[in-house]
């Protein structure tokens, strides 16, 4: 089956980094776009940025261009958000996407940006 599993959220002080990571089995990974959304309290689930099968980045949100990075490794089958010179308003819940037959989710991984 399907899972994506997310890691590499926390706590940490504006201006500071994290990168995210994203486990994926069940499905051919090298050959499928991904997809990294956020979720802020009380506010719909956004597109953050998202990458092709080969590795190219594509629709990066345009609050987090220029701070964000999304990358892929298709033989760990793991994608990443590298996450640059964060703030506040970046606080969020942060899922994997695939879109195969039907949508598929992670768990999320929080990160809060706060001091």
């Known amino acids: 089956q399907v899972q994506l599993v997310e890691s590499g959220g926390g706590l940490v002080q504006p201006g500071g980094s994290l990168r995210l990571s994203c486990a994926a089995s069940?499905?051919?990974?090298?050959?499928?776009?991904m997809n990294w959304y956020r979720q802020a309290p009380g506010k719909e689930r956004e597109l953050v940025a998202g990458i092709t099968s080969g590795g190219v980045p594509r629709n990066y949100a345009d609050s987090v261009k220029g701070r964000f990075t999304i990358s892929r490794d298709n033989v760990k089958n793991t994608v990443y958000l590298q996450m640059n010179s964060l703030k506040p308003e970046d606080t969020a819940v942060y899922y994997c996407n695939v879109r195969l037959m039907y949508q598929y989710w992670g768990q999320g991984t929080q990160v809060t940006v706060s001091s």
């Open positions: 069940g499905f051919t990974f090298s050959s499928y776009f």
